[in-house]
C-alpha cells in the first residue's frame, strides 16, 4: 500500500540533540513530525520552523460576527419597538456602539477559546500509543512519519543524533 505510513519514536535527553534531530530530519525532506517536551522552549519551536497561528484569524472571525451581530440586534430592536422621543432618529448609531462594543469583545474572546482548543486539537480521549510518560518528566521526543522502507534509515539518523532510545510504531 502507497498510503501506509510508520511512526519513528526517538526519545533524547538534551535539548540540543533533540533540536539537531529535528533540523537534521527537516533537511532530509520528512515533514511529518511531532515533538514532545516537558516544558515549551523556543528553541523547538525553532527548529520546527512553525509558521504563524492560525488563532487570530477565529479572533478576528469572532470580532466582526459579534460586531455584525450586535448591530442587527440594536437596529432590529429599534425598528420593532420605536420610541419616538424629541424627533431623534429611530436608528442611531452612536447609542448603539456600546452594545458593539461589547459583543466585539465576547464573540473574539470565545473564538479565540475555540480556535485554540481546535489547533492544539483538545480534548484528546485518547493518547497516541507511543506517548512515553517520560515526556512529561525529563526527555524529549521526536516521531518521524516515514514509508515502511525508510524505517531503518530513520532510525539510524535518529540514534546518530544522539537518542538514548529509539522505537518503531506502525500508524
Request: net charge negative; aromatic share 8%; proline share 6%.
Amino acid at each position: 500500500m502507497s498510503g501506509e505510513m510508520v511512526r519513528v519514536l526517538g526519545i533524547f535527553a538534551h535539548l540540543d540533540s533533540f533540536t539537531q534531530a529535528i533540523r537534521q530530519m527537516q533537511h532530509l525532506g520528512y515533514r511529518d513530525l511531532t515533538a514532545f517536551s516537558p516544558v515549551p522552549r523556543h528553541e523547538i519551536e525553532e527548529a520546527l520552523e512553525a509558521g504563524r497561528s492560525p488563532v487570530r484569524l477565529f479572533t478576528l472571525v469572532g470580532g466582526i460576527l459579534g460586531g455584525v451581530t450586535a448591530l442587527i440586534l440594536t437596529i432590529a430592536s429599534s425598528l420593532h419597538y420605536p420610541l419616538i422621543t424629541g424627533g431623534k432618529p429611530i436608528v442611531s448609531i452612536p447609542p448603539f456602539l456600546v452594545i458593539v462594543f461589547e459583543l466585539v469583545i465576547l464573540f473574539g474572546s470565545l473564538a479565540t477559546i475555540l480556535g485554540m482548543l481546535i489547533n492544539i486539537r483538545l480534548p484528546r480521549i485518547r493518547l497516541e500509543a507511543a506517548y512515553d510518560p517520560t515526556f512529561s518528566e525529563d526527555r524529549f521526543g521526536l516521531w518521524v512519519g516515514c514509508r515502511p522502507d525508510e524505517n531503518e534509515r530513520v532510525r539510524d539518523i535518529l540514534r546518530g543524533a544522539g537518542a538514548e532510545e529509539v522505537r518503531h510504531e506502525g500508524r
